[in-house]
T-cell receptor
Framework: GENVEQHPSTLSVQEGDSAVIKCTYSDSASNYFPWYKQELGKRPQLIIDIRSNVGEKKDQRIAVTLNKTAKHFSLHITETQPEDSAVYFCAACMSSSNSGYALNFGKGTSLLVTP | ETGVTQSPTHLIKTRGQQVTLRCSSQSGHNTVSWYQQALGQGPQFIFQYYREEENGRGNFPPRFSGLQFPNYSSELNVNALELDDSALYLC?????????????FGSGTRLTVV
C-alpha cells in the first residue's frame, strides 16, 4: 500500500519567515495530494491540494509543488504569521477498486511561528 | 460551519464494550469515510461508504464495521473495544465514490477506552 513520509516532525520559525514541509510517497499511481491544517482540538481543514497533472499551485501565501518523478511534494508558507501555528498533514491518494478513495496521511509537522 | 456533524463529541467506554459513532454528511455529499487518529499521529483510513455500500477498507479488523443510510449519514461500530482503540474518530464526506474531490472533515468523536 501507499506509504507517506513527512519531514520535519517539528518546525519553528520567526514571524515573517518562510516554512517548508516535505513529503514523499511510495505509490506512483497516487494522483491527488492534499494538505491539511489541524489546530489543537479541531478538525483537519484542507488548505491546498494538487493533482498529478500539475507541478505547482499557489494560493496567496501558500504554495505546493509536486515532483512526480521523485515522488515528493512540498508545502511552502511565506510571510508566516502566529496564526499559522498548527499541525500540518500531507496526504496522498489513489482511487482503486479495493481502497476506494482513501487518503494516506503523513505523521504531521507541528509548526510554531514565534512573534 | 463545515456541514459534517459527528456525535457524540466525547465518549468513555470500558474494554470489551461496543460503541456506535454517528456522522451526518455535508449536504450534496454521497460518500462518507471514517478515519482513526491516535494522539500525535496522522489519521488512518478505516473504510469508506458510497451509496450505502462499503467502497474500500483500510487495515482494520472486522470488529470495526459501518453502515451508510439512504440520506448518506453513516455509523461506525466497534465491537470488543481494546485500550488501543482510544483515539479521535473522524468522519469525512465527499462527492463521488472514486473521484478525487476534497474531503470535508467533521470535528470528530474522542473515544477513550478504560
Amino acid at each position: 500500500g501507499e506509504n507517506v513520509e513527512q519531514h520535519p516532525s517539528t518546525l519553528s520559525v520567526q514571524e515573517g519567515d518562510s516554512a517548508v514541509i516535505k513529503c514523499t510517497y511510495s505509490d506512483s499511481a497516487s494522483n491527488y495530494f492534499p494538505w491539511y491544517k489541524q489546530e489543537l482540538g479541531k478538525r483537519p481543514q484542507l488548505i491546498i491540494d494538487i493533482r498529478s497533472n500539475v507541478g505547482e499551485k499557489k494560493d496567496q501565501r501558500i504554495a505546493v509543488t509536486l515532483n512526480k518523478t521523485a515522488k515528493h511534494f512540498s508545502l511552502h508558507i511565506t510571510e508566516t504569521q502566529p496564526e499559522d501555528s498548527a499541525v500540518y498533514f500531507c496526504a496522498a491518494c489513489m482511487s482503486s477498486s479495493n481502497s476506494g478513495y482513501a487518503l494516506n496521511f503523513g505523521k504531521g509537522t507541528s509548526l510554531l511561528v514565534t512573534p | 460551519e463545515t456541514g459534517v456533524t459527528q456525535s457524540p463529541t466525547h465518549l468513555i467506554k470500558t474494554r470489551g464494550q461496543q460503541v456506535t459513532l454517528r456522522c451526518s454528511s455535508q449536504s450534496g455529499h454521497n460518500t462518507v469515510s471514517w478515519y482513526q487518529q491516535a494522539l500525535g499521529q496522522g489519521p488512518q483510513f478505516i473504510f469508506q461508504y458510497y451509496r450505502e455500500e462499503e467502497n474500500g477498507r483500510g487495515n482494520f479488523p472486522p470488529r470495526f464495521s459501518g453502515l451508510q443510510f439512504p440520506n448518506y449519514s453513516s455509523e461506525l461500530n466497534v465491537n470488543a473495544l481494546e485500550l488501543d482503540d482510544s483515539a479521535l474518530y473522524l468522519c469525512a464526506s465527499s462527492s463521488g465514490g472514486n473521484t478525487n474531490y476534497g474531503y470535508t472533515f467533521g470535528s470528530g468523536t474522542r473515544l477513550t477506552v478504560v
